[in-house]
């Protein structure tokens, strides 16, 4: 599977985005993806992911504030930010899993403005 993300961009904290990732192949619906995010100065870490059966999960620093969705219809898993702050930072990127194999997709940038 071949991933695209896009969305990022400069937004004014406490504003919003929303990231989109895009999947190749007409057998998305059955890959786990999630969303990460790295910075220079940290290790990728995790941000959300959503299942096959479309359980989610979050990270504790965006509990409350980001929402993960998937349109299988689409092959397309989305991240709604909201209340951005200066430490959301970072490149982000999403990945598809399945039976124990992983894809990475290129990341895209989101720079929260103070």
């Known amino acids: 599977v071949q991933l695209q993300a896009s969305g990022g961009g400069l937004v004014p904290a406490g504003g919003s985005l929303r990231l989109s990732c895009a999947a190749s192949g007409n057998t998305f619906s059955s890959y786990d993806m999630g969303w990460y995010r790295q910075t220079p100065e940290k290790q990728r870490e995790l941000v959300a992911t959503?299942?096959?059966?479309?359980?989610?999960n979050y990270a504790n620093s965006v509990k409350g504030r980001f929402t993960i969705s998937r349109d299988n219809a689409r092959n397309t898993v989305y991240l709604q930010m909201g209340s951005l702050q200066p430490e959301d930072t970072a490149v982000y990127y999403c990945?598809?899993?399945?039976?124990?194999?992983?894809?990475w997709g290129g990341g895209t940038l989101v720079t929260v403005s103070s």
């Open positions: 959503i299942n096959s059966g479309g359980s989610v």
């Open positions: 990945k598809a899993e399945r039976w124990g194999r992983y894809y």
